[in-house]
């Protein structure tokens, strides 16, 4: 199992592009989510989902879309990229088979994005 | 959600047992509170998860008064690896509240 994966590593951007950061993950996981981590800050919630066709948002979903036409992959999109949208993003999966205890989150390497 | 207070940053030498607290004082019924570890530049890491009294697996032991209102990460004899942060989240996601935030997480120093 590859687990959560995510493409591209590292990305710069001028701003007003738009781009998709790519998340994937082969555990069969219903629950995927985004998060985003500023330097030196802990992770904040951006979007996710608990199934195909099922999206809700996190903490902080101004400036990004999300979508989920299959249970494997999870795309992000930055719609207009700003300077403040520079930072570390993570995907992350989990079962939501077993109550409470076990529901670990599996995490992606995250892609680094700076804005320019 | 339930927001979860840490300390920010605590100190150790190798070989100390290492005791975090978090407090979660609107904690709801259903929730569960599960600890990750983060190295520098990688994703975060599932280290133990429970729902109360005292947990233990092969990394640290999770202990979780009968209020369940706070719970304490023990990670015994700690080394230099063990250098990185912490964070509490509580949750529930067998529920609609299936939002789990972290919060600024405790950075460990270990010390030779």
């Known amino acids: 199992n590859a687990g959560v994966t995510q493409t591209p590593k590292f990305q710069v951007l001028k701003t007003g592009q738009s781009m998709t950061l790519q998340c994937a993950q082969d555990?069969?996981?219903?629950?995927m989510s985004w998060y985003r981590q500023d330097p030196g800050m802990g992770l904040r919630l951006i979007h996710y989902s608990v199934g195909a066709g099922i999206t809700d948002q996190g903490e902080v979903p101004n400036g990004y879309n999300v979508s989920r036409s299959t249970t494997e992959d999870f795309p992000l999109r930055l719609l207009s990229a700003a300077p403040s949208q520079t930072s570390v993003y993570f995907c992350?999966?989990?079962?939501?088979?077993?109550?409470?205890?076990?529901?670990?989150?599996?995490f992606g390497p995250g892609t680094r994005l700076t804005v320019l | 959600l339930a927001k979860t207070t840490q300390p920010i940053s605590m100190d150790s030498y190798e070989g100390q047992e290492v005791n975090i607290t978090c407090s979660h004082n609107n904690i709801a019924t259903n929730d569960y509170i599960t600890w990750y570890q983060q190295f520098p530049s990688q994703g975060p890491r599932f280290i133990i998860q429970g729902y109360k009294t005292k947990v233990t697996n092969e990394v640290a032991s999770l202990f979780i008064p009968a209020d369940r209102k706070s719970s304490t990460l023990s990670l015994p004899r700690v080394s230099l690896s063990d250098t990185a942060v912490y964070y509490c989240?509580?949750?529930?996601?067998?529920?609609?509240?299936?939002?789990?935030?972290f919060g600024s997480g405790t950075r460990l120093q270990v010390q030779p």
């Open positions: 555990m069969n996981h219903e629950y």
């Open positions: 989240l509580v949750g529930d996601m067998d529920t609609g509240r299936r939002a789990l935030t």
């Open positions: 992350a999966s989990s079962s939501l088979k077993n109550h409470g205890a076990g529901n670990e989150q599996f």
